[in-house]
């Protein structure tokens, strides 16, 4: 009998990946992973149970690589414009996987505050904090409403309704930035 061959779980999340990539989440399913990974569905079902565990996996393969563009991103001279910029970057170059972290249903949120809830958005308060003076709460306002915009920019350009040069982004981000820096040290100014 010959040697059972062994499909191995990153071998599944990588034609997973790659299949979402070019045809979005709504193009994955085990038969396609099976046809090019030249198996049956059985390697896929024995290493994932189901579609939704091989989903969840996925997603997190998707958000660790996400995770290599913000840090990059934390490489600029402005590491706070940086990170805004990785974002759109991310959404221009990896239209499919943009939309499946940050323009599905599994992203759920009940208002913009939840957005930033995590332990690694608490350290871009602290260094939002840290560059401009402000308080936590405008630090947190601040960074909330950069977002909003960045996330606006990042959801056109990943749907291909608006086309932005990197410059115009840059700019934009930059003017926000200043704009509402202004307006939180002048709230804190008058509440002193």
């Known amino acids: 009998m010959p040697p059972k ?44 149970q189901n579609m939704d565990n091989l989903k969840t996996a996925l ?67 602290a260094l939002i904090a840290g560059m401009t003076g402000l308080n936590h709460d405008h630090s947190k306002k601040l960074y909330v409403d950069i977002w909003l915009l960045t996330h606006g920019i990042a959801s056109l350009v990943a749907t291909n309704q608006c086309h932005f040069s990197h410059e115009e982004i840059e700019m934009i981000l930059m003017d926000a930035f200043k704009g509402y820096l202004n307006l939180f040290t002048r709230k804190e100014e008058e509440q002193s």
């Open 5 to 48: 061959i062994k499909i191995k779980e990153d071998a599944i999340l990588d034609v997973a990946l790659e299949i979402t990539r070019t045809s979005g989440i709504e193009g994955l399913n085990a038969r396609e992973i099976a046809r090019i990974l030249g198996c049956s569905i059985q390697p896929v079902f024995r290493t994932f």
């Open 59 to 125: 997603y997190q393969k998707v958000e660790d690589y996400f995770n290599t563009y913000m840090l990059d991103g934390m490489n600029h001279r402005i590491p706070f414009l940086g990170m805004g910029l990785a974002y759109i970057r991310f959404a221009s170059e990896e239209k499919n996987l943009f939309k499946l972290l940050f323009m599905s249903e599994a992203l759920h949120v009940d208002s913009p505050m939840d957005m930033i809830a995590g332990d690694d958005n608490q350290e871009v308060i």
